[in-house]
C-alpha cells in the first residue's frame, strides 16, 4: 500500500525551549500496520541477557505515533551480536520565513550483547529546505559539544556529549544529525535509574543557520530552535519499562 499522510496538527505549537515554531504537520507514513517490528532471534537474544519476558513484551510494544524496531544482527564490521530497541517519534514538519525543516527523534536502547556497551543514544535528525532565493551558510554555537537531559523544568540533569554530522546536501537543502549517549561505562546502575526516572527530554544545541538573498545582503538567521517533543514522547511512554530494563541488564 502506497504511505499516505496524516494530518496531526496545524498552528502554534511550542515543542521547544527556544520559542514557537510553525507546525505544518507531523507526518506519519500509514502502511496499515501499526505493529513494532520485531527481528526474529530478538526475543531469545535479550532473555539471555537478562531481560524479563514481560520487559521484553513492553519495550516492544508501539504506540499510534512512536513507532519500534527490536533489532537483533550480526555486525559484520565487528564480527559481534547487536542486540538494541529502536524508538523513533514520528517526523514533523516545522516552517519559518526562509525555510522548512523536517524533524525526527528517536531513542536506542543498546543491550550488552557480546560485552557491548549497555547505552541510550538519543539522536535527532533534521533537514532543512530552503525557500526559492535564499543562500545558507552554518555555524556552531560556543556550547555545541554539550547536549543536555533535562527534568520538566528544563534544568540539565545530564551533561553528554554531543556528536553531530552536518552534511550540506545542495545550494537548497542541509541536513543535520546529532546523537548523545548515557551509558554504563559512565554511570551505574542506580545513577542511570535516578537519571532516566527524572528525565523529560533531550536539549541537543541547535545549529547556527543564517540567509542571504538578492534583496537581503547582511544575514538574517533562519535557524530552528531544537525539535524536543519526539524525546518528551518516548520518554513518557517508556520509562517504566526503561527503569527495570536498567535494572536486568546494566552491569
Known amino acids: 500500500m502506497n504511505a499516505k499522510l496524516k494530518i496531526f496538527a496545524v498552528g ?13 504537520g507531523i507526518l506519519d507514513p500509514d502502511n496499515g500496520d501499526d505493529d513494532a517490528k520485531i527481528d526474529k532471534t530478538f526475543k531469545s537474544e535479550a532473555l539471555q541477557l537478562g531481560l524479563s519476558e514481560s520487559n521484553i513484551n513492553r519495550l516492544c510494544t ?15 564490521n565487528t564480527n559481534q551480536q547487536e542486540v538494541r530497541v529502536e524508538y523513533t517519534f514520528n517526523n514533523v514538519l516545522l516552517k519559518n520565513d526562509y525555510a522548512k525543516s523536517t524533524n525526527a527523534s528517536r531513542i536506542i536502547f543498546h543491550l550488552p550483547a557480546d560485552s557491548a556497551t549497555a547505552s541510550f543514544e538519543f539522536e535527532n535528525s533534521r533537514t ?7 543562500e545558507y551558510t552554518t555555524s556552531e ?3 555545541f559539544d554539550t547536549a543536555n537531559l533535562a527534568n520538566s523544568s ?8 554531543n556528536t553531530s554530522v552536518t552534511d550540506p546536501v545542495s545550494d537548497s537543502e542541509l541536513s543535520i544529525i546529532s546523537t548523545a549517549s548515557l551509558s554504563n ?14 528525565a523529560s527530554t533531550m536539549l541537543f544545541p541547535p545549529l547556527t543557520v543564517e540567509v542571504t538573498s538578492n534583496s537581503i545582503t547582511e544575514p538574517v538567521d533562519a535557524s530552528f530552535a531544537m525539535f524536543t ?10 520509562r517504566v519499562v526503561f527503569l527495570s530494563s536498567i535494572e536486568q541488564t546494566w552491569n
Open 229 to 238: 517533543a519526539g524525546h518528551t514522547a518516548i520518554l513518557s511512554n517508556y
Open 154 to 161: 528544563l534544568e540539565s540533569i545530564a551533561k553528554l556529549v
Open 141 to 143: 554555537p560556543t556550547d
Open 62 to 76: 508501539a504506540t499510534s505515533k512512536i513507532k519500534v524496531h527490536c533489532v537483533s544482527t550480526l555486525n559484520e
Open 185 to 198: 561505562t559512565d554511570y551505574a546502575r542506580t545513577e542511570a535509574q535516578d537519571i532516566i526516572l527524572a
Open 128 to 134: 532543512y529546505e530552503f525557500n526559492s532565493g535564499y
Open 12 to 24: 502554534l505549537l511550542c515543542l521547544n525551549v527556544g520559542g514557537c515554531d510553525l507546525i505544518d
